[in-house]
């Protein structure tokens, strides 16, 4: 399936990966305990500015900030927008 979201300029469009439900040792956590993703998949990138190529690419693993980027639901999936900057580090 095709995504037909294309981000302008610097952006990156991330797929957010799900909320850990369990820790390592067995205790399932509930949903009010669960913090937000700060890792997901890049599933479209913009094409950059004439001062700023683009790092990441389609299918990284990538890190962000807690709070970085813009949610938005689309066709009952989330996802996040955020420019490249936003991103630490691609895993």
Same mark, same amino acid.
């Given at each position: +399936? ?20 369990? &820790? ?17 998949? @890049? ?5 950059? &500015?004439?001062?700023? !190529? +683009? =790092? @990441?690419?389609?299918?990284? =693993? ?7 980027? &813009? ?6 999936? !989330?996802? #996040?927008? +955020?420019?490249?900057? !936003?991103? #630490?580090?691609?895993?």
């Amino acid at each position: +399936m095709a995504l037909n979201i294309k981000p302008l300029s610097d952006r990156v469009l991330i797929e957010p990966v799900a909320a850990e439900t369990q &820790t390592a040792s067995g205790i399932f956590i509930p949903d009010t305990a669960k913090e937000k993703p700060q890792k997901g998949n @890049v599933v479209a990138v913009g094409n950059g &500015t004439k001062d700023h !190529d +683009m =790092t @990441v690419k389609v299918g990284d =693993t990538v890190l962000y900030g807690k709070y970085a980027g &813009t949610e938005l639901k689309h066709e009952g999936k !989330d996802y #996040l927008i +955020m420019r490249e900057d !936003d991103i #630490l580090a691609i895993i």
